[in-house]
């Protein structure tokens, strides 16, 4: 990074613009990153004897393990060694929550296809992975449960069922003017980060361990590795430089990888690295959970909701996992921007012999949200309702319906507002009118248009996560260096956190350098998730930032003061500090504070405040606060082919007063790509005997840049945040993934043009061009059946 500070200030009277915050940078690896100097773990200088390692996969979805033979593995050139469970010195274990239930390596039994068995450990990656494939199995299968469906009909789940109840909702169905029941599908999705899963372990004196890896949860890492090896915590060094993209696989799922990877390197004690091909990463790991739903809503005239009760069931995988708090945040999202007043959740998250799903964005808060829109979509075709004016009725109240299911009171609610500006600058009257036009005139095209809104919690459901720490260095030529908690895979946390920093200390961003993650310099930290990246990191950075200037004004008023200046009339802006009519520059206070033994470091902290949370109830305030937004899609369909465009989309998001506008514009655009390849492309699939058949790009279907509505319009919503959050900022990583959802109901709007509007579409979600055409046929049986 260029070090070069920028002019010193000239004059007092530009103070007050001085700003590091609430404008727009490059990310502060923007240059590394186009570049290709960008460190990633496996961009890492491998050392002198460095081994490599490949995993072992189950061929069978459940089945008892009758016998495991290496011969051949062994025979294979290059080959060093091969590890089982017997050879885990502690525990064979990396479940993040329900302990016992993940193991590391299979021990016993398999319980899906893809489930690492062994390791081995040669001197190239190919020559591992080749004699991963010449071990020889015998197996006793079992039966194997392979859909969300099944595990429900089977009472099979690995965690106990919820249920979050309000008011009585099967009376209110029962009185209810119009009621309707029906079911979807939605489905998972993969994480598809551009870098794998990767550790690389490397063996320290004294029973040490330095792992490299490429995730979101050092310390979690730092942890599963431990209790591995069955070492103290402090033996062990997780360090994260940047990832390649995490989007929640990188949460919990990295710590099979670096427990393998330690453990080949306990044992062999050399270094070792662990970097499956995208198709083992890809059969190794766990998804956005799927969901199946079964509803019933009753409803007014008007299409008010007035009783509601839906029942979600979630494919979990074989074991817990992050399974619990994704269904927690799905049941606190079903709401999504709507006052429920009467209403009925069941969660029961199914235990299944696949892959072990897991957090991505959103972390169950889209599946949640995903449901009443469905529901409310279905309201308002029944009516023959614009699905906007049926939404904008049960929207959250400013004052009175203001509460919800879970008892938190919406203190923030902008939503009315935001959605008042996104219909009148996409035209949405106007363009209702014209696809309407547009409809009448064309039998094998169709279009559809929908807007919908978006509302969603921030923090996370387990309130102790929701803290963190930083340190924070100045050196004597007034360079400033800061460590903190989170990590960075792309989305701007190191940027952000370091303009916060420059703020603080009236510095300019040059002056401001992040370094990589680690174990050693900030302890105990929470996953960087549930979008509290900036949040928590941000204020923990400013908190040790803000320890250094009260301490550096104390001295500057007593050096450079002559008496007449106190500590809180020193002011720091433009890389100098003011006393009194002195304008000092910055690197020359600190090297004199420097000599005059004033501490140039300190830790920071934060904890966010007003959280509480009773899981067994499902009550409390599990949110610090909400964002919003709201998105306006435009697309066509072919009735004979089942092809989709997305012609236009319009975004207006909630960010609270962004502390990097184009960093987050970024976020917002990300998101609702992404948001949208679930929604319409990303099909995963299983075959009859449980292994997964889409697991290369060959076969699953990320969005490209194809498929980018060529009509993109991006806004952030002028707000600011009315918690005391970081600069009165919001977070953008989880609640943009929503705004797509105006994707899905427009093209269930042009389908449900070929009946004339009068049928509500059987459409599940991935919409992938063989779900339209089935719910086009679909719509067509019942219009035939209704004449």
């Known amino acids: 990074m260029n070090q070069q500070a920028e002019p010193f200030l000239k004059d007092a009277t530009e103070l007050a613009d001085f700003t590091q915050v609430h404008v727009s940078r490059p990310h502060e690896s923007a240059h590394l990153h186009v570049s290709g100097r960008a460190t990633y773990t496996d961009d890492i200088p491998e050392l002198a004897g460095t081994l490599h390692a490949a995993l072992g996969l189950s061929p069978k979805a ?91 009909a089977a009472n099979q789940s690995v965690i106990p069922p919820m249920k979050l109840a ?81 989007f929640g696989g990188k949460e919990s799922q990295s710590g099979l990888f670096a427990c393998c990877a330690a453990l080949a390197a306990w044992k062999l004690l050399c270094p070792v690295k662990l970097r499956p091909d995208r198709d083992d990463d890809m059969m190794v790991t766990g998804k956005r959970h799927d969901f199946h739903y079964t509803y019933d809503v009753g409803y007014d005239d008007e299409g008010v909701i007035e009783g509601v009760s839906v029942d979600m069931t979630s494919r979990c995988g074989f074991s817990a996992d992050l399974s619990g708090p994704v269904m927690t945040r799905a049941v606190c999202h079903f709401d999504n921007a709507y006052y429920l007043s009467d209403v009925a959740i069941d969660g029961f998250c199914g235990k299944t012999n696949t892959q072990s799903n897991t957090a991505f964005r959103g972390f169950g808060g889209p599946q949640g949200a995903f449901a009443i829109e469905y529901i409310i979509d279905d309201v308002a075709r029944s ?111 190191n940027t952000k956190v370091a303009q916060v920093v420059a703020h603080e200390l009236g510095v300019s961003f040059n002056r ?174 299983w075959n009859a005997g449980g292994k997964l058949m889409t697991h290369a790009p060959s076969t699953y279907k990320i969005p490209t840049v194809n498929d980018t509505p060529p009509d993109f319009r991006v806004r952030l919503f002028k707000n600011r945040n009315a918690e005391d959050s970081i600069h009165r900022s919001k977070a953008t990583g989880e609640p943009p993934l929503l705004l797509p959802f105006s994707v899905f109901f427009a093209i269930r709007d042009a389908v449900a043009a070929v009946g004339d509007y009068k049928v509500n579409p059987p459409l599940n979600a991935p919409a992938t061009g063989e779900e339209i055409l089935k719910a086009i046929g679909a719509v067509r049986v019942a219009r035939l059946d209704r004449h």
């Open 62 to 152: 459940h089945a008892k393990i009758v016998s495991m033979k290496f011969d051949k593995v062994r025979a294979t050139p290059g080959v060093v060694a091969v590890f089982t469970a017997d050879d885990i010195p502690g525990h064979n274990d990396c479940a993040p929550i329900v302990k016992g239930d993940d193991p590391i390596l299979a021990d016993g039994v398999v319980q899906y296809v893809g489930q690492p068995m062994f390791i081995v450990v040669a001197t190239s990656h190919d020559a591992a992975r080749l004699g991963a494939r010449r071990a020889e199995f015998e197996f006793e299968e079992l039966p194997a449960v392979l859909t969300a469906q099944q595990a429900r």
């Open 166 to 246: 309000r008011g009585d909702a099967a009376s209110k169905l029962a009185r209810a003017a119009h009621r309707e029941a029906g079911e979807m599908l939605l489905g998972g999705q993969e994480q598809f980060y551009l870098e794998g899963q990767i550790s690389y372990a490397v063996p320290k004196d004294d029973d040490g361990m330095h792992v490299w890896c490429s995730t979101q949860h050092p310390s979690e890492m730092q942890h599963l590795v431990s209790h591995m090896l069955g070492v103290h915590s402090h033996n062990v060094l997780v360090e994260c430089r940047r990832m390649g993209g995490g």
């Open 512 to 685: 401001v350098r992040v370094t990589a993650t680690d174990t050693s310099k900030v302890a105990n930290t929470s996953a960087t998730a549930a979008s509290t990246g900036s949040d928590l990191n941000g204020k923990a950075a400013q908190d040790a930032a803000r320890q250094l200037r009260e301490r550096l004004a104390a001295f500057a008023a007593d050096k450079f003061g002559a008496g007449e200046v106190t500590a809180s009339q020193v002011r720091f802006a433009g890389d100098c500090v003011l006393v009194g009519d002195a304008i000092v520059p910055f690197e020359e206070v600190i090297a004199k504070a420097y000599v005059a033994r004033v501490q140039l470091w300190s830790d920071g902290f934060y904890a966010t405040p007003k959280l509480y949370w009773d899981q067994a109830k499902l009550q409390g305030r599990p949110f610090f606060y909400y964002s919003y937004g709201a998105a306006v899609s435009e697309v066509v369909i072919d009735t004979l082919t089942g092809e989709m465009r997305v012609l236009r989309a319009d975004a207006l998001h909630d960010v609270g007063a962004s502390l990097n506008p184009a960093i987050d514009v970024g976020q917002v655009e990300g998101g609702f790509i992404q948001g949208m390849g679930w929604l319409t492309t990303e099909e995963l699939w």
């Open 383 to 493: 009516l023959g309702k614009d699905s906007l004016d049926v939404r904008r009725r049960n929207l959250y109240g400013k004052t009175g319906r203001n509460q919800t299911p879970y008892g938190q009171i919406v203190e923030d609610n902008v939503i009315h507002e935001l959605i008042d500006e996104l219909e009148a600058t996409s035209d949405y009257r106007k363009r209702r009118a014209e696809v309407l036009e547009f409809n009448r005139n064309n039998e094998v095209l169709k279009k559809g248009l929908a807007l919908t809104p978006v509302k969603f919690g921030i923090a996370f459901n387990v309130t102790h996560f929701n803290q963190a720490g930083a340190l924070v260095h100045i050196y004597t030529d007034g360079s400033v260096l800061v460590n903190h908690g989170g990590t960075e895979m792309g989305q701007g946390l």
